[in-house]
């Protein structure tokens, strides 16, 4: 479910160089359609997602493999996890992006989407698909 109110993209990478590449996509494809946030570990993410509930991220993109806290989970899979506890949550997406070599497996276990790192850095377009896939309204834009 896509609301044209709510257009905020939180952007979750441990790695400052992977959140400035996802943005700049982003705004190469959608200009400043989308207010994006960046988040450089879990712990950070949830913080925000916690601050933003009356007006929730309309998409999380986030990476697996960050801070170690939540072992033997991959601190994205956590996230994710509690992103799904939040009721005013329910209807946000999330895609992982992620350089893991099981990140499908992982995907399709908490029924999100994803695109591996190094596909993305190859076609830059599967975020524009992903996005489109998620949010058909997008394919409008531009």
Not at 66 to 75: C, F, G, I, V
Not at 82 to 94: C, M
Not at 109 to 129: A, G
Request: net charge neutral; charged share 25%.
């Amino acid at each position: 479910m896509y609301n044209f109110l709510m257009k905020k993209i939180l952007i979750v990478d441990d790695k400052k160089s992977w959140t400035l590449f996802h943005k700049e996509i982003i705004q190469e494809l959608y200009g400043n359609f989308f207010e994006i946030t960046i988040a450089n570990s879990a712990s950070q993410a949830l913080d925000i997602i916690r601050n933003n509930t009356s007006i929730p991220f309309t998409l999380i993109i986030t990476d697996l493999q960050m801070e170690n806290d939540y072992e033997p989970k991959l601190a994205g899979e956590w996230l994710i996890e509690q992103v799904r506890l939040l009721k005013e949550y329910a209807h946000t997406n999330i895609i992982i992006i992620s350089a893991m070599f099981n990140i499908e497996l992982i995907a399709k276990q908490y029924k999100t989407e994803c695109i591996s790192k190094n596909m993305l850095v190859r076609n830059k377009l599967l975020l524009k698909f992903m996005f489109e896939k998620l949010m058909p309204s997008l394919s409008n834009i531009r």
